[in-house]
T-cell receptor
Framework: GAVVSQHPSWVICKSGTSVKIECRSL??????MFWYRQFPKQSLMLMAT?????????EQGVEKDKFLINHASLTLSTLTVTSAHPEDSSFYIC?????????????FGPGTRLTVT | GNSVTQMEGPVTLSEEAFLTINCTYT??????LFWYVQYPGEGLQLLLK?????DKGSNKGFEATYRKETTSFHLEKGSVQVSDSAVYFC???????????FGKGTKLSVIP
């Protein structure tokens, strides 16, 4: 089946630094990937839609200069949290759409726990 | 806008009990509806889906029927197992879009 990986699975960084999270589709090519943020006991909130070879589309209220998304290849999308602050601490999840399924199915990575100290 | 409301958890059941997790939605047009499951330490997995009214999605003994008249997509299983312990998310995608809108999730714990 379709497998999506994320790296790292958890990361701790100091306030003011930047951290990059990778999302890879391991056995399929993903033209579209999505980035979500999940707070404890809350739903997944869509942050942005990442399309290979073009600029990401950000949801309302998401700072595009803070959350940089790059989708340079059909199997890799990256999310960089720039100048991180403690309020950016969260669980970040990516997903990838399998093209040609026709059923709007997405496959999710296991998530990355970011803690900013 | 689109929204999904699902019952608050956590839900604790004994093995072999009947499970219902309620889910209602608000959306324009005819969205597709999904149930995703998140096992501890793993990513979300698609459990079942329904793309039009009166469709029934089913998988691993779980079922949900797309009820447009009540805007609902309740998840049911006749006999739960300990291995069903997980967080369950109801979600929708509006017609023509791949973006998902999720409910808050319901944590299910099944005890032997």
């Amino acid at each position: 089946g379709a497998v999506v990986s994320q790296h790292p699975s958890w990361v701790i960084c100091k306030s003011g630094t930047s951290v990059k999270i990778e999302c890879r589709s391991l056995d399929f090519q993903a033209t579209t990937m999505f980035w979500y943020r999940q707070f404890p006991k809350q739903s997944l909130m869509l942050m942005a839609t990442s399309n290979e070879g073009s600029k990401a589309t950000y949801e309302q209220g998401v700072e595009k200069d803070k959350f940089l998304i790059n989708h340079a290849s059909l199997t890799l999308s990256t999310l960089t949290v720039t100048s991180a602050h403690p309020e950016d601490s969260s669980f970040y999840i990516c997903s990838a759409r399998v093209p040609g399924t026709g059923g709007y199915e997405q496959y999710f990575g296991p998530g990355t726990r970011l803690t900013v100290t | 806008g689109n929204s999904v409301t699902q019952m608050e958890g956590p839900v604790t059941l004994s093995e072999e009990a009947f499970l219902t997790i309620n889910c209602t939605y608000t959306a324009t047009g005819y969205p597709s509806l999904f149930w995703y499951v998140q096992y501890p330490g793993e990513g979300l997995q698609l459990l079942l889906k329904a793309t039009k009214a009166d469709d029934k999605g089913s998988n691993k003994g779980f079922e949900a029927t797309y009820r447009k008249e009540t805007t609902s997509f309740h998840l049911e299983k006749g006999s739960v197992q300990v291995s069903d312990s997980a967080v369950y998310f109801c979600a929708l995608s509006r017609a023509g879009s791949y973006q998902l809108t999720f409910g808050k999730g319901t944590k299910l714990s099944v005890i032997p």
